[in-house]
């Protein structure tokens, strides 16, 4: 049972990380809920962009996605999220990709904090189904998965939250994506899962966490 101080605490910070749910043409590269501006980010390539305090890296291409922010830079802190999308004929695939550090909660408590923020982006949303989800070659991790059915502008929608405990890093995958375009989708978050799963994040051991 979460006492109220962390459960608040968790609330305050998957609500400032969900912007990215509403719309794709929202997205952009943040450290918590303040966008990260670089006038030169037309100029520097296609570079990975490092989390810096957990070391975990996003490539700019990967598995058939692009990640939307062009941006070189280490960033650092308790909370990142990024964006990559990848399009199937004309039909687009958004993921959203959170690291963050939520002190003594499990993979399913973040899934059921963040699961109602999720579904109320989409019209008449229902659970398909929900649980336990493991993560190939990683016995190592705790996850917990929801896919959900809803409308977005009267277009029957695909939507998957999974929710991952590294430890002291929790990350979560977000999935949204036209229902025609189920099974490919499917098989496109197979490759983008498979190509992040070898990743740990690392502890932050600099003791000015508690």
């Given at each position: 049972m979460l006492s109220p101080s962390k459960l608040s605490r968790a609330l305050l910070?998957?609500?400032?990380?969900?912007?990215?749910?509403?719309?794709p043409a929202a997205a952009e590269c943040v450290i918590g809920s303040e966008p990260l501006f670089d006038p030169f980010a037309p100029y520097k390539g296609g570079s990975a962009i490092v989390h810096k305090d957990s070391g975990f890296v996003f490539p700019a291409e990967v598995?058939?996605?692009?990640?939307l922010c062009e941006m070189t830079t280490d960033f650092s802190g308790d909370n990142f999220q990024i964006r990559y999308e990848r399009t199937i004929g004309?039909?687009?695939i958004a993921v959203d990709?959170?690291?963050?550090?939520l002190e003594d909660l499990t993979a399913r408590d973040h899934y059921r904090i963040?699961?109602?923020?999720?579904?109320?982006h989409y019209a008449s949303a229902s659970v398909e189904s929900e649980g336990d989800y493991f993560i190939s070659g990683r016995d190592d991790l705790s996850a917990y998965q929801g896919i959900f059915d809803g409308q977005k502008d009267n277009v029957?929608?695909?939507v998957s939250l999974t929710a991952i405990d590294y430890g002291y890093w929790d990350a979560r995958l977000i999935a949204s994506y036209a229902h025609e375009l189920d099974v490919p989708a499917q098989e496109a978050l197979m490759e983008l899962v498979a190509a992040f799963q070898w990743q740990s994040p690392e502890s932050n051991n600099d003791g000015n966490q508690e």
């Open positions: 910070i998957g609500a400032g990380l969900l912007c990215f749910t509403s719309g598995a058939g996605f692009r990640r004309d039909q687009l990709i959170t690291v963050v550090h963040i699961k109602p923020s999720v579904m109320s029957p929608w695909h």
